[in-house]
């Protein structure tokens, strides 16, 4: 591989959302610096081409589980892939995703996807589904877990996101997004330890959330007008 400073220069970048491509073409010569994706998505600026479809870009570990998809989120090294090795030792999860999946907004609420963005994982399996909850990660002596609200989700997935700062309509947008997805999903502050602990504390808030739901559902039907 060679040693030569990357100074290459895209000829162009294109998005096609509707034939799921993106196209480049590098100047003569360029094309060889960019061998990794991890290098060509950064030089396409591939965050502001999905930001235009209502993408984004999340730092979380994305896991496929019986209650749906799951994203661990948080600062390096708090333990978001430990969490989703747990998830996969005692839930048969599947890792989906270790470091940056794509978030979509749609029509039936919000979808996380698999992206090449895959981390030290190595693992950006190509594959949606929609988003039962995230879990914003802390480490401690003891597990503890609780839904947090609109303004605490949002400054959180605020720092976990990927955004060009410089550019005040791009983060105006974002922000926007953030606030939808806020208000969408639940989003849940948990301090963990790296062991089957974890796995029984946010089990036991999912399963608890979904009997809630269940419960007011069958209330809503048994209600009179």
């Not at 990660?137 to 303004?151: F, N, P, T, Y």
């Not at 089990?203 to 269940?214: D, I, M, S, T, V």
Request: charged content about 25%; proline content about 3%.
């Amino acid at each position: 591989m060679t040693t030569k400073k990357a100074t290459a220069r895209m000829h162009w970048a294109r998005f096609r959302p509707e034939r799921h491509e993106v196209g480049m073409e590098y100047l003569a010569g360029d094309g060889a610096f960019f061998c990794e994706s991890q290098n060509r998505f950064s030089h396409i600026a591939l965050e502001e081409l999905l930001l235009a479809e209502d993408r984004l870009i999340l730092h979380a570990s994305f896991i496929e589980s019986r209650f749906g998809g799951l994203l661990f989120t948080g600062p390096c090294g708090v333990g978001k892939s430990t969490q989703a090795a747990l998830w996969e030792r005692f839930e048969d999860a599947c890792l989906i995703n270790g470091d940056r999946p794509v978030l979509s907004r749609g029509e039936r609420g919000w979808t996380a996807h698999g992206s090449p963005y895959a981390g030290s994982s190595r693992c950006f399996i190509n594959r949606s589904l929609p988003v039962r909850a995230i879990v914003a990660l802390s480490q401690g002596e003891r597990c503890d877990i609780c839904r947090i609200g609109l303004g605490e989700a949002f400054r959180r997935l605020y720092a976990g996101t990927t955004l060009n700062t410089w550019n005040a309509a791009y983060v105006e947008r974002v922000c926007t997004l953030l606030g939808e997805l806020a208000a969408a999903v639940p989003v849940y502050r948990m301090q963990c330890t790296p062991d089957e602990a974890a796995v029984k504390t946010l089990r036991a808030e999912l399963e608890k959330a979904e009997l809630e739901k269940e419960g007011s559902r069958d209330g809503f039907k048994g209600g009179t007008l």
